[in-house]
């Protein structure tokens, strides 16, 4: 063992050396020896001795009980008097030294080695309490988890930091309070209070049992809202005693993990009904969960697919290495993203879009693979059948870039013509489409020159008046003749008598026959069957123009038409309204604008559903539209809400107008829904006049009359300004 280091304070030196030879004799070690306070205290503060024996009448100012305390309290070094003086006085000042010993001379080197022994260990327990209590403190005021004291009365005496911050009050104000006081506002999980009888504390001291894991809702008036906590409380008892003199609760903020636990269950629920497939594997590719819409995919139920690897899914129409590619980047703790062509439970085959991700965990290692897969079948074909067309489109080349050339549908039907003979030639041709089972013959070339114009521009007759075109509807084949006459039953047509030779085929659009194309030659036999192959393809390209134009027509008409009443949109309106309003300003003519809502549209949508609001607004836009002129300009603005502008029209017309429309809406109940119910307008009405600088004012003056009429109590007409009458 390590012998003591000892410092002597002694103000007669012979003592002083006798008591260092003693010490040394006993083993321990003097490290020096002073007659003075002032000088004890310096040599304690350099040496840091173990332990000093100090004499009470020192030389100086300052006596060994002064200078003891300042050593006890600056540096934590025992003290153990050693002095001559055993009057009560001097006992009494030497107590608040706290010093370890009072050792009277003379004494014998027994008592004094008994007495350092015991000195030393009583401070080496007490430094060994000090640390604790310092880890103790430290520990209470730097843990996350709060913590309070209650006394038995339930009363707080302490509470840690962490205690304040969850809490939101400081420590002086919560001294005192019970867990009883109603200015905790407690809840429980549902919501309901939570009375402070029932609090795990006073339940503690109350039973003398721990109460553990009880969540509760308190209110935190710094962010002014209800924090989460979970509280556990443990009664401390006197020994022998069976009731507890306090209790002391531990809680920890729970809110984050709340919310993190909804947001997990709302993230689930999003994974559940996902319209993608959802596969997550362990970190070997072992399926650990799979989502509704791969069962529904695969055919493989949850049950079945789990501890699979997703290699059941293989098709055998991808490479080895494109999966060693794909397993190399996630292991990797790469992000892989690419297609698979796989096969499902029941043979057949399908295409997916696929996004694979490792899952890390807090230290950065894999622990999981997520795939979020969607299914790109139809895709995948509508791509394989584009490539056909572009193939097919390559081999005709030159026609399809004449065909392509524009896009309004006239225009497709004259380069139908002037392309058609440079893939086949002839000597008339007709484009003949089908409209609501009629004959059209919407462009020809070389038959009114011959004599038949009227007939081609004859609109009554029906494929099933004509055998031949009837044949090809039916078959949609081509059809090669020697003789139109014979095929037709036109030989009663004198100017048919030069045609020889025929070819036919239907214009067909996704399997449908809209029309046909013919051709007729003077020449007999003239249409071979190669040049039926080059006309079956320039058809085709034909048909897709003809679409194309057809498509076109309608993306036009969808650009300018709200999808939903048929009515023109807003951009749309505002091209024609503005164009309006300045041709009008500019004449100085009248012009109205008229805003219509419907009244409690909400409640429809709200009691009746969405669908059966949708059947609502079409039909106030048809009656909307049958209230108004052609010239008028009609539109829907926007939700339930209509404009209309009409030209020519002064506030008085205009006004007579609007209150038409309302009652064609108010009067006749609405069959909506498989239900009949009651709807009305409200309607703003405004004229132009010098005040309006632009369309947009007039448009505000409407709407305000609107609200207006709102505002009367609906179901009536407003407007802005005077009407003459």
Known sequence: MTSARILIVEDESIVALDLSNRLQDLGYTVVGQTDRGETALLKAEQLRPDLVLMDIQLKGEMDGIQAAGQIRARLFIPVIFLTAHADALSIQRAQPAEAYSYILKPFNEAALNSNIIIALYKHQMERQLRQSESRYRQLFETM???????????????????????????????????????????????????????????????????????????????????????????????????????????????????????????????????????????????????????????????????????????????????????????????????????????????????????????????????????????????????????????????????????????????????????????????????????????????????????????????????????????????????????????????????????????????QQVIGFLGLSSARPNFYTAALAERLKAFASQAAVAIENARLFEQTHHYAITDGLTGLFNCRHFFDLALFEFERVRRYESDLSVIMLDVDHFKDINDVHGHPTGDEVLREIARRIQSGFRKVDIVARYGGEEFVAVMPETDLLAACQAAERVRKIIAETPFQAGGRSMSVTVSVGVAAINPDYADFNALIKAADDALYTAKAAGRNRIAWVGDINT
């Open 144 to 510: 996350a988890q709060g913590v309070v004291y209650q006394d038995a009365q339930g009363q707080i005496f302490s509470a840690n930091p962490a205690a304040e911050r969850i809490l939101g009050l400081t420590l002086d104000q919560m001294l005192g309070r019970t867990s009883i006081d109603p200015r905790w506002r407690s809840i429980r999980e549902d919501g309901a209070d939570f009375p402070g009888e029932q609090h795990p504390a006073m339940d503690a001291l109350r039973s003398g049992r721990e109460a553990t894991n009880v969540i509760m809702g308190v209110y935190n008036p710094q962010p002014d809202e209800t924090v989460w906590i979970r509280i556990n409380a443990r009664p401390q008892f006197h020994p022998g005693e069976q009731s507890p003199y306090q209790v002391f609760t531990t809680f920890e903020d729970i809110t984050a993990a709340r919310r993190a636990e909804s947001e997990l269950h709302l993230l689930s629920q999003a994974v559940a009904q996902s319209a993608n497939s959802v596969v997550i594997t362990d970190p070997e590719g072992n399926i650990e969960y799979v989502n509704p819409k791969f069962v529904e995919l695969t055919g493989y139920s949850l049950a079945e697919a789990s501890g699979q690897n997703p290699r059941i899914l293989k098709s055998g129409q991808q490479s080895q290495e494109f999966y060693q590619e794909l397993w190399n980047t996630i292991k990797a703790g790469q992000e892989w993203r690419g297609e698979f062509h796989n096969r499902r439970k029941d043979g057949t085959m399908y295409w997916e879009e696929a996004t694979i991700a490792p899952v890390f965990d807090s230290r950065g290692t894999i622990v999981h693979f997520i795939a979020i897969k969607e299914n790109i079948t139809a895709r995948k074909q509508a791509e394989a059948e584009e490539k056909e067309q572009r193939q097919l489109a390559e081999a005709l080349r030159n026609s399809a870039e004449a065909l392509s050339s524009t896009l309004s549908f006239d225009g497709v039907l004259e380069q139908i013509l002037d392309s058609v003979g440079q893939v086949v030639p002839y000597d008339a041709v007709t484009v003949t489409l089908i409209r609501e089972g009629k004959l059209h013959h919407v462009r020809q070339r070389g038959w009114v020159e011959r004599g038949w114009g009227e007939f081609i521009s004859r609109t009554d007759l029906g494929v099933e008046d004509l055998p031949g075109l009837a044949g090809m509807l039916t078959s949609r084949e081509l059809c090669l003749v020697a003789e139109l006459p014979k095929l037709f039953n036109l030989s009663e047509l004198a100017a048919t008598h030069w045609v020889r030779s025929f070819a036919g085929i239907p214009i067909c659009i996704r």
